[in-house]
């Protein structure tokens, strides 16, 4: 079974800080994505990655950037952490191909005061 | 930006009972995927349905779909309890990228023993 672990399922950081979401799978995908999920509005893409140190811009990237040194692992950073970017964090990753599914970590509740 | 919306927001059932959600979306899609999340955790890959399916089984679960009312639904027969869970449909659009897909809001089923 693919795994995919996030490093701390809970986070209070305070404004200002720099915030590092990290993620880790090993079954050897490819394609690595966080997004992030608030009640009402389900999940938006922050950022992807297809290969080694390739990133794309998804939805909602402001505020955000991502490192992805090694195939295994992919890290979502948040320069000076803001109160509105207190949510759920989820990391997933997938092969390639179109209609991979997406296989999920179990998510990193981030609280920004 | 939002592709599918799963309809309702919320269902609740008594075991035993058949569950059906339904999701729209908006354009032209390559395929649909459902996912289950239970609370806290991260979201679980249920099946996948290609633009030139019209239905699909897997177990309890039976998904169909209409690209000409760009709809899907997803039936579960013979609820129970730990059936509970928020369900998402998320797409693949056409002519996109593949690794962008794109969640719906998630419909919250809750099974009642």
């Known amino acids: 079974d693919v795994k995919v672990t996030q490093s701390s399922r809970y986070l209070v950081k305070r404004t200002g800080e720099k915030v590092f979401l990290e993620c880790v799978q090993d079954?050897?995908?490819?394609?690595m994505f966080w997004y992030r999920q608030d009640p009402g509005l389900g999940l938006r893409l922050i950022y992807f990655?297809?290969?080694?140190?390739?990133?794309e811009k998804g939805d909602i990237p402001e505020g955000y950037s991502v490192s992805r040194e090694k195939k295994e692992r992919f890290s979502l950073i948040l320069e000076s952490a803001s109160t509105n970017q207190t949510s759920m964090y989820l990391c997933?990753?997938?092969?390639?191909?179109?209609?991979?599914?997406?296989?999920f970590g179990n998510g990193t509740r981030l609280t920004v005061t | 930006s939002q592709q599918g919306e799963e309809d309702p927001q919320a269902l609740s059932i008594q075991e035993g009972e058949n569950a059906t959600m339904n999701c729209s979306y908006k354009?032209?899609?390559?395929?649909l995927q459902w996912y289950r999340q239970n609370s806290g955790r991260g979201l679980v890959h249920l099946i996948l349905i290609r633009s030139n399916e019209r239905e699909k089984h897997s177990g309890r679960l039976r998904v169909t779909l209409d690209t000409s009312k760009k709809s899907s639904s997803l039936l579960i027969t013979a609820s129970r309890a730990a059936d509970t869970a928020s369900y998402f449909c998320a797409t693949d659009p056409s002519g996109g990228s593949n690794y962008k897909l794109t969640f719906g809001k998630g419909t919250l089923l809750t099974v009642n023993p």
């Open positions: 997933a990753s997938s092969t390639q191909g179109r209609g991979s599914p997406l296989h």
């Open positions: 354009t032209s899609i390559n395929n």
């Open positions: 079954m050897d995908h490819e394609n």
């Open positions: 990655s297809y290969d080694v140190k390739m990133k």
